[in-house]
Nanobody
Framework: QVQLVESGGGWVQPGGSLRLSCAAS????????MGWYRQAPGKQREFVAR????????SYSGSVQGRFTISRDNAKDTVYLQMNNLKPDDTAAYYC??????????????WGQGTPVTVSS
């Protein structure tokens, strides 16, 4: 079982910054990609950003491009989301998602429990 633990959410004023973290644990052999999604109240979950192994460029949604940066620490099996110039529309629960392969060669696709981000004055 691969488990993801998120942290870093909270309340921030418009224009402020937050950094989310998501650490994976378990018998992980390799990670293919790591991503962030968000779900605002009453809305569907939407893609935010994703980072890939093997040199493929990072991917961002148009609404966060230029404000958010996704990064990873391979040694810690951790993905980060640096969020700058936050707007009220960024208010949502943020979920990380990681896919890869376990040591027993089975594939996994795991989700975190979500961390809330509130942007308001």
């Amino acid at each position: 079982q691969v488990q993801l633990v998120e942290s870093g959410g909270g309340w921030v004023q418009p224009g402020g910054s937050l950094r989310l973290s998501c650490a994976a644990s378990g018998r992980i052999f390799s990670i293919n990609s790591m991503g962030w999604y968000r779900q605002a109240p009453g809305k569907q979950r939407e893609f935010v950003a994703r980072i890939f192994s093997g040199g493929r460029p990072n991917s961002y949604s148009g609404s966060v491009q230029g404000r958010f940066t996704i990064s990873r620490d391979n040694a810690k099996d951790t993905v980060y989301l640096q969020m700058n110039n936050l707007k009220p529309d960024d208010t949502a629960a943020y979920y990380c998602n990681i896919d890869g392969r376990r040591f027993d060669r089975s594939d996994f696709d795991s989700w975190g429990q979500g961390t809330p981000v509130t942007v308001s004055s």
